[in-house]
T-cell receptor, first 111, second 115 residues
Framework: QQQVKQSPQSLIVQKGGISIINCAYENTAFDYFPWYQQFPGKGPALLIA?????SEKKEGRFTISFNKSAKQFSLHIMDSQPGDSATYFCAAMYSGSRLTFGEGTQLTVNP | GAVVSQHPSRVICKSGTSVKIECRSLDFQATTMFWYRQFPKQSLMLMAT?????????EQGVEKDKFLINHASLTLSTLTVTSAHPEDSSFYIC???????????FGPGTRLLVL
């Protein structure tokens, strides 16, 4: 019930392409879904987050799509750049709970 | 976004010694702080949750006598790895939850190497 499943485990995209990472959850009590970006040797940094009252949120090149009925959400990175190469973690929580993380996706953007 | 600092960023110690890692929220008050451990190419593993002024809540399998956590103020939490052994070598990351909202911000991490 607390799991968040993330796919793919790794992703290679050409510069300028679209990177798509998917997550699925089981616990319908989750009401906050952040995405974190982590570079090697650094802590995760909050990238973008969404609540289930909206189906999409866009910030610059990063978009979260949320499908409440399917219990799925995804991160889209438009015009992917080599500097976007990092590990991305989706997460989920409900008020007062801890974050439940996905397994992570290692993104490589080739120049 | 909000800033969380960790100190030290890297530490090398001999087996049997104790190491203290500090986590500070620099521009917000954090009633709750979290300590994670991360192995290479893996996700973050929550070790414990600490609330200001009360005892930490440890996850199953985490030895509370080995990993001492103190959350003495709204901006500072410390993790002490007591009698460290080589298997404790890892990347330790703290995070702090802004008391005014749900957002959780992470520190830059501390790389611990026990020889």
């Amino acid at each position: 019930q607390q799991q968040v499943k993330q796919s793919p485990q790794s992703l290679i995209v050409q510069k300028g392409g679209i990177s798509i990472i998917n997550c699925a959850y089981e616990n319908t009590a989750f009401d906050y879904f952040p995405w974190y970006q982590q570079f090697p040797g650094k802590g995760p940094a909050l990238l973008i987050a969404i609540r289930p009252d909206v189906s999409e949120k866009k910030e610059g090149r990063f978009t979260i799509s949320f499908n409440k009925s399917a219990k799925q959400f995804s991160l889209h990175i438009m015009d992917s750049q080599p500097g976007d190469s990092a590990t991305y973690f989706c997460a989920a929580m409900y008020s007062g709970s801890r974050l439940t993380f996905g397994e992570g996706t290692q993104l490589t953007v080739n120049p | 976004g909000a800033v969380v600092s960790q100190h030290p960023s890297r530490v090398i110690c001999k087996s049997g010694t104790s190491v203290k890692i500090e986590c500070r929220s620099l521009d917000f008050q954090a009633t709750t702080m979290f300590w994670y451990r991360q192995f290479p190419k893996q996700s973050l593993m929550l070790m414990a949750t600490s609330n200001e002024g009360s005892k930490a809540t440890y996850e199953q399998g985490v030895e509370k006598d080995k990993f001492l956590i103190n959350h003495a103020s709204l901006t500072l939490s410390t993790l002490t790895v007591t009698s460290a052994h080589p298997e404790d070598s890892s990347f330790y990351i703290c995070s702090a939850r802004d008391s005014k909202q749900e957002t959780q911000y992470f520190g830059p991490g501390t790389r611990l190497l026990v020889l």
